[in-house]
């Protein structure tokens, strides 16, 4: 079991024995020696973080754990990148996803992959908190603390990662086994090296509220978040699962009050997204529509005239089928806010449940124009376009705007309904592929295209596509799944 790892580790220590402090003559020929990594990297190279973090990231789809709600994983986006871009000077391939918790969590995969229960975004009183948590679990990332943390003994380390994965795909649907996974990676050493763990936190801590005053957040709001959660604890128990993954201590808590004192002072801008976001959110958690009805409708009967519970009652009576309520419910929004685009998008929603729907498409290209690269109003208009009968200008929108923050998963799934419109089975087979893939699911993919394959009516250029796509494929499966798959049925080329 060690032997795979012998080779590695040896170069290392050849590596380390013979380092001296390098004379003119030395720099030359130590310019043409191989870059060997961190030291980390002997125990989770970024190489091999990137394919664990994308078949956990497949597995939180497959059992949807991902939100697909295009403006709120938009809006994560926004604050991620924000971040990001004034966090270290290259900052890696992060990608952000909403997932299906009510519970206060947020967790960092392998892979630059971060993941924020929507009751974070619920629980933030303003965007500096919601920031001042993506904040931290970026640095978890750039500080690579799973890979150091596996450093520390590189075989448990992989070994651990590797159950993670065995255990959540044996699983076979049980959603449990995925989160207790994704806690497990969490710390791979907080059983033996709890101390190292304190000190991963308390520098996750450090860097993120350097990255929040960079970004022009409040660096005092990490503090304050994890205290307000810290005082919701003592006054009403159920300490939340944020608190007990990233212990928080008075040393920790004294340590951030006072770093975010070395910046200065920033007042929590208004930010009416993220008023919005918090709502939607909060419907998408709710576990039945009247749960959120009913907290919405008394929040506005006790006075609480704030847009986000407009929104979110407009919200929750579409989601009801009530939508003539609905409408009704979202017009203080439209006169106060008569541009914002959520709230546009969710009038055309509306609208489109009254059976309005070339009004509702008017309202989706409305917001298209003025935000040509908001993914939300691409994918709204689109999808609006195939349902009124116009497939070919839907693909046109969807090939013709570049996203924001990268293309959105459903822009492939909207190209294949486009191209089932349009009858060309064989795009939607390669589209569909693209939609699994993109969810981190290959073989899903690989199937898409064989079933395209044994069309008859393909054309020639759309067969050698199809296969140059599969042969593309192929090489991201393991050899053994291959195989196994292989008994399953065979497909004629």
Do not use: C
């Amino acid at each position: 079991m060690r032997k795979p790892y012998f080779p590695v580790l040896l170069a290392v220590a050849m590596f380390a024995a013979a380092w001296q402090a390098p004379t003119d003559a030395q720099t030359a020929v130590d310019q043409m020696l191989p870059d060997l990594g961190e030291p980390a990297d002997v125990a989770l190279s970024p190489a091999q973080g990137i394919i664990i973090g994308k078949q956990v990231v497949g597995e939180m789809y497959r059992y949807n754990y991902v939100v697909d709600d295009p403006e709120l994983a938009t809006y994560l986006d926004s604050v991620g990148w924000r971040l990001a871009r004034h966090g270290v000077a290259l900052p890696p391939d992060f990608h952000f996803f909403p997932i299906a918790d009510n519970g206060i969590n947020a967790f960092a995969l392998p892979g630059a992959n971060i993941g924020i229960n929507v009751g974070t975004l619920v629980a933030a009183s303003d965007e500096d908190e919601l920031a001042a948590v993506i904040a931290h679990e970026e640095a978890h990332v750039t500080q690579r603390h799973l890979a150091r943390a596996a450093n520390q003994s590189p075989i448990e380390g992989l070994a651990t990662w590797a159950a993670i994965i065995a255990a959540m795909i044996a699983a076979a649907g049980d959603p449990n086994a995925i989160i207790g996974g994704l806690m497990a990676g969490q710390s791979l050493s907080a059983q033996r090296e709890i101390n190292y763990t304190r000190s991963h936190e308390m520098e996750a801590d450090r860097v993120g509220i350097h990255t929040l005053a960079n970004a022009g957040y409040d660096p005092r709001a990490m503090a304050s978040f994890f205290g307000r959660l810290q005082q919701q604890t003592r006054l009403y128990g159920n300490m939340p699962q944020l608190l007990l993954d990233h212990p928080v201590n008075t040393a920790r808590m004294a340590e951030a009050t006072e770093r975010a004192k070395e910046y200065p002072p920033v007042k929590p801008a208004y930010s009416i997204d993220f008023i919005l976001m918090r709502a939607r959110g909060r419907v998408l958690e709710t576990d039945s529509p009247s749960d959120a009805l009913k907290y919405f409708t008394a929040e506005l009967d006790a006075g609480h005239d704030t847009p986000g519970n407009h929104y979110g009652l407009a919200m929750t009576l579409h989601s009801m089928a009530q939508n003539t309520q609905a409408l009704a419910a979202l017009q203080p929004l439209l006169k106060k806010w008569p541009g914002q685009r959520d709230v546009l998008l969710l009038q055309a929603r509306i609208l489109d449940g009254l059976g309005k729907n070339a009004e509702a498409l008017a309202v989706n290209r409305k917001v298209l124009d003025a935000n040509p690269n908001y993914t939300p109003a691409i994918l709204r208009t689109a999808s609006d376009l195939i349902t009124a009968g116009q497939p070919q200008q839907a693909r046109e929108i969807l090939l013709g705007h570049n996203q924001s923050y990268g293309t959105a998963p459903q822009t492939w799934e909207l190209l294949a309904r486009a191209a089932l419109a349009l009858h060309d089975q064989g795009e939607a087979a390669f589209q569909m592929a693209n939609y699994y893939e993109a969810r981190e699911n290959p073989r899903q993919a690989l199937d898409q295209i064989d079933a395209g394959l044994r069309l008859k009516q393909l054309s020639s250029d759309d067969r050698a596509r199809l296969r140059a796509r599969r042969d593309a494929l192929i090489a991201t499966i393991p050899r053994k799944a291959l195989d196994q798959r292989r008994n399953g049925f065979t497909v004629s080329h």
